[in-house]
């Protein structure tokens, strides 16, 4: 059990890299699905909702995120969520 929650701890780090720009997006989603893949089945249930966000939120969270450190908006917030909405429609779009 501690390997495992040392190789859990690895991969926010390398999540909170790709948010200061060293690593990209899709390179942290890569490690994600490396990750998961190497998962034995008790584990899955564990950490199920780690890696629904890993999959689906934060990869644009972290595109936002990187935007916001850029361009430093008054209402940072405000900023984000709009970002967030436009992706949202923007997917929604292509999944059509």
Do not use: C, W
Not at 20 to 48: C, N, R, Y
Not at 77 to 88: C, H, M, N, R, V
């Amino acid at each position: 059990m501690e390997e495992f929650k040392a190789t859990l701890l690895n991969e926010s780090d390398k999540i909170v890299e790709a948010a200061t720009g060293e690593e990209t997006a899709q390179d942290t989603m890569e490690d994600v699905a490396s990750f998961e893949a190497q998962l034995k089945p008790s584990h899955t249930a564990s950490i199920a909702p780690r890696i629904y966000l890993d999959k689906t939120v934060v990869p644009v969270l972290l595109e936002g995120m990187k935007l916001l450190v850029a361009e430093r908006p008054e209402n940072a917030l405000e900023y984000l969520g709009k970002f967030l909405l436009d992706k949202s429609q923007q997917q929604a779009q292509n999944h059509e």
